[in-house]
């Protein structure tokens, strides 16, 4: 059975940081592509940041530098780090594996931005 967990979430004051952690399990992470997601209440979701299983990064226009993807295949985990948060970052962060043309998702971690 795939399992994707995340934690990491919470609450933080506008430019604040956090670290998402996502560990999965039932899966080869090590040839997984893994992306980490967002969805803010009344909106649809929307891609945040990707890593291919050779490592290579690519982020949504609105990170503009803030955030920052990784993996360690050895602990099965991907991690987001947010820096410089803002209001609009106020969300549900949810990892995703892509593997084999099968998509797997998280429960999701509550972000909050205060101002």
């Known amino acids: 059975q795939v399992q994707l967990v995340e934690s990491g979430g919470g609450l933080v004051q506008a430019g604040g940081s956090l670290r998402l952690s996502c560990t999965a399990s039932?899966?080869?992470?090590?040839?997984?592509?893994m992306a980490w997601y967002r969805q803010a209440p009344g909106k649809q979701r929307e891609l945040v940041a990707t890593i291919t299983r050779g490592g290579t990064t690519n982020y949504a226009d609105f990170v503009e530098g803030r955030f920052t993807i990784s993996r360690d295949n050895a602990k099965n985990t991907v991690y987001l780090q947010m820096n410089s948060l803002k209001p609009e970052d106020t969300a549900v962060y949810y990892c995703n594996a892509a593997l084999l043309g099968q998509n797997y998702w998280g429960q999701g971690t509550q972000v909050t931005v205060s101002s």
């Open positions: 039932g899966i080869n992470f090590r040839i997984a592509a």
